[in-house]
């Protein structure tokens, strides 16, 4: 968040694409929404971005949940592309009991906007 930008900030690793993906009505697939809706802003890189098409596109994966199709992962390319902001890298960074105390005030408004929606 920033004063210009009041929005929660967000990284999702591949398992939300994944399970967003596998199934529409689940958590991940909200949160996703709230991209979508802009309560969100999401930030990949071009790694997370290739690491989400791998694995979405394993047959492993596909066998498991047929649902995953080259359509629907190409559509969710399309849509994470025009709604986040692609960095070059993201950092890790550790995390202090500050950055806890607002991950975690962050986490108690997400419920909440997921749950009026």
């Known amino acids: 968040?920033?004063?210009?930008?009041p929005r929660p900030r967000v990284v999702?690793?591949?398992m939300i694409f994944l399970q967003a993906t596998a199934n529409e009505s689940g958590p991940a697939a909200a949160l996703l929404r709230l991209v979508d809706r802009n309560v969100l802003s999401l930030f990949v890189s071009r790694e997370i971005l290739?690491?989400?098409r791998d694995v979405l596109s394993r047959s492993k994966i596909r066998k498991k949940s047929p649902d995953i199709t080259r359509e629907r992962v190409d559509a969710l390319m399309i849509r994470v592309s025009d709604k986040a902001a692609i960095v070059d890298f993201i950092h890790s960074t550790s995390v202090t009991s500050e950055t806890q105390r607002m991950?975690?005030?962050s986490i108690s408004q997400?419920?909440?906007k997921l749950i009026t929606s």
Request: glycine fraction near 0%.
């Open 110 to 112: 997400l419920r909440s």
């Open 50 to 52: 290739d690491e989400v």
């Open 12 to 14: 999702f690793d591949c």
């Open 103 to 105: 991950r975690n005030t």
């Open 1 to 5: 968040m920033t004063k210009d930008d």
